[in-house]
């Protein structure tokens, strides 16, 4: 079964509206689902990385899972504060404090001898001499075997391929939730194979997700046919990534991450370019929606340099109107501590 689209938005409807009609009955531990197997989508802009309907507007959860594993962590902590339910996800106990299937150890700890630095800097070197074919990126592992609980990673290997000045990706998925799993996994791939293209001094290529088993669980089948029914959404791509090196700016962003998440000061601002601002101020939306700050989060809006994020955080002030006009105030969210200046 091969796809073939543009944005991840055309790739999420044609994969979901064939599921529907052609998909294989299939049963697992995790509930009954269509599934194809074997399964390739290309997209072949690999920035155009969000979906912009309502139902499944994703983006601040997405780039919180991305930063997760950009920074080595594998805190159930940290993952739990954008997508609230991975501990069940991965049937993890409520005492647990790791996911032991976490990708960010696997790919980025390490510093400069993680497994991205070292395929990074061995891709560096055959840039010009050979079309490598061994720039391989490890993530399932033979230990995953014999898992001490449910959290066996579905990524099995990225592969980059340097090519005629692009850098194109292939990864390589055992198993995938095309409702759950393949939106976030796209828009982390996606992501690091611009930051690997960046570091490389090469153009983005295409973007090739290889799945063994490419399913859509029957308990989220009507909220795939609302999704459908929503019809044809706008693409909606993220600027590119600025040139250059980008691993410095992405230091600031974990930093910045970690301030707002926990609810510190946030690091300082010095010669970050609009694009990895815009990522932080991002993730000061979801605080701000935590908070109910309606207020804040109008201005930030109004800084946010890229219109396509003020665009989707038009959604979120709507949503959270409609919440303020209808429900009081929420328990449990720690209020902001005064020497956190939103910028
Ligand atoms: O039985 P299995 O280990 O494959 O169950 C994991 C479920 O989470 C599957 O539905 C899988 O497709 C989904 N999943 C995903 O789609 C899980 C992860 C985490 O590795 C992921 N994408 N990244």
């Not at 930051?195 to 088993?213: I, K, N, P």
Request: proline fraction near 8%; charged fraction near 25%.
């Amino acid at each position: 079964m091969h796809f073939k689209a543009a944005t991840l938005d055309d790739a999420l409807g044609d994969v979901m509206r064939r599921l529907l009609r052609r998909g294989e009955r299939t049963r697992s531990g995790k509930g009954p689902a269509r599934e194809f197997t074997g399964a390739l989508i290309e997209i072949s802009d690999p920035t155009a990385r969000f979906s912009r309907t309502e139902g499944r507007g994703g983006l601040i959860s997405f780039l919180g899972e991305t930063l997760w594993y950009l920074s080595g962590s594998d805190r159930l902590s940290f993952i739990e504060y954008y997508i609230p339910k991975y501990r069940t996800f991965i049937d993890a106990s409520p005492k647990a404090v790791k996911a032991p299937g976490a990708y960010g150890p696997r790919l980025f700890r390490g510093g400069e001898k993680s497994q991205m630095a070292t395929l990074l800097e061995s891709l560096k070197k055959k840039l010009g001499k050979s079309d490598t074919r061994q720039a391989v990126a490890q993530i399932f592992d033979r230990s995953d075997l014999k898992p001490t609980n449910g959290d066996v990673p579905c990524t099995t290997t990225l592969q980059f391929l340097p090519r005629r000045g692009k850098l194109n990706l292939i990864t390589t998925m055992r198993s995938n939730d095309v409702y759950r799993g393949f939106p976030g996994d796209v828009f982390a791939f996606t992501f690091i194979q611009e930051l690997a293209a960046r570091s490389l001094g090469l153009e983005l290529g295409t973007y090739r997700h290889f799945v063994g088993s490419l399913h859509l669980y029957d308990k989220d089948e009507s909220k795939a046919r609302d999704y459908l029914n929503e019809g044809f959404q706008t693409p909606v791509s993220m600027p590119p990534m600025p040139t250059g090196d980008p691993w410095t700016s992405v230091s600031w962003l974990l930093e910045a991450e970690e301030a707002i998440r926990i609810g510190l000061p946030e690091p300082q601002v010095t010669e970050i370019s609009p694009y990895w601002l815009d990522l932080a101020r991002l993730l000061r939306i979801r605080r701000l929606v935590k908070e109910r700050d309606l207020r804040q989060l109008v201005q930030l809006k109004n800084d946010m340099a890229n219109p396509e994020y003020k665009a989707f955080i038009r959604g979120r002030q709507v949503a959270l109107q409609r919440s303020l006009s209808t429900q009081p105030e929420l328990p449990g969210i720690p209020p902001r501590p005064p020497n956190m200046r939103p910028q």
